[in-house]
C-alpha cells in the first residue's frame, strides 16, 4: 500500500509532466504557425507585393466567347505604387457584379518589371491559420508553465 507521501509525490510527478507536455506542444504549434505564414509568403508567384487601392469600379464589354447571359461585367480598378511610380489597372477577373467596393484595399502580388501582370493575393485564411496557430502555442507554453509553477510550489 501506498503512502500519503508517495500518492502527492504521484500527483506532483504528474504535473511536471502535464507541463512539459504542454510547453512542446506550444512550441510545436508556434513552429506550425511560422510555416504557414512563410509558406504563404513564399508561395507569391511575382517578387513585388503592394496593398492596392479600389478607385473606381467600371463596366467593361466582355469578350464574344464569354459563358455568360451579360454582355459587360464589373472590374475594379487597382491604384498602387510599383517601383516608385504610379500604376492604375483594371481587374481582370470576369465577375458581376464586382467582387470589391469602392475604395477598398487589396494585396497584390506583381512583377516588378511589368506591374500588368498581378494577382490578387486571397492570403486572408492563411494568415488567420497563423495567427490561430501562434495564439493556441502561446497559451500551451503559458499553461504549460503554470503547471511548473504549480509543481515547484508543492515543494516550496
Known amino acids: 500500500m501506498e503512502s500519503s507521501s508517495g500518492k502527492e509525490h504521484l500527483v506532483s510527478g504528474n504535473l511536471w509532466i502535464k507541463g512539459a507536455v504542454l510547453v512542446v506542444l506550444g512550441l510545436i504549434a508556434d513552429i506550425a504557425g511560422l510555416i504557414v505564414k512563410i509558406y504563404s509568403t513564399y508561395m507569391r508567384p511575382y517578387e513585388g507585393y503592394t496593398e492596392a487601392k479600389v478607385v473606381d469600379i467600371i463596366s467593361v464589354e466582355r469578350d464574344r466567347n464569354a459563358e455568360s447571359r451579360y454582355r459587360n461585367r464589373q472590374a475594379a480598378v ?24 469602392l475604395g477598398q484595399r487589396v494585396r497584390l502580388c506583381y512583377d516588378p518589371e ?12 492563411m494568415r488567420y491559420r497563423s495567427i490561430v496557430l501562434n495564439m493556441a502555442g502561446v497559451a500551451l507554453i503559458m499553461a504549460g508553465v503554470l503547471m511548473f509553477l504549480a509543481y515547484a510550489l508543492r515543494y516550496a
Open 78 to 101: 487597382f491604384q498602387f505604387f510599383a517601383e516608385g511610380k504610379l500604376v492604375k489597372i483594371v481587374d481582370s477577373e470576369d465577375a458581376y457584379p464586382c467582387p470589391y467596393e
Open 114 to 125: 511589368n506591374p500588368e501582370k498581378y494577382i490578387v493575393l486571397r492570403e486572408e485564411k
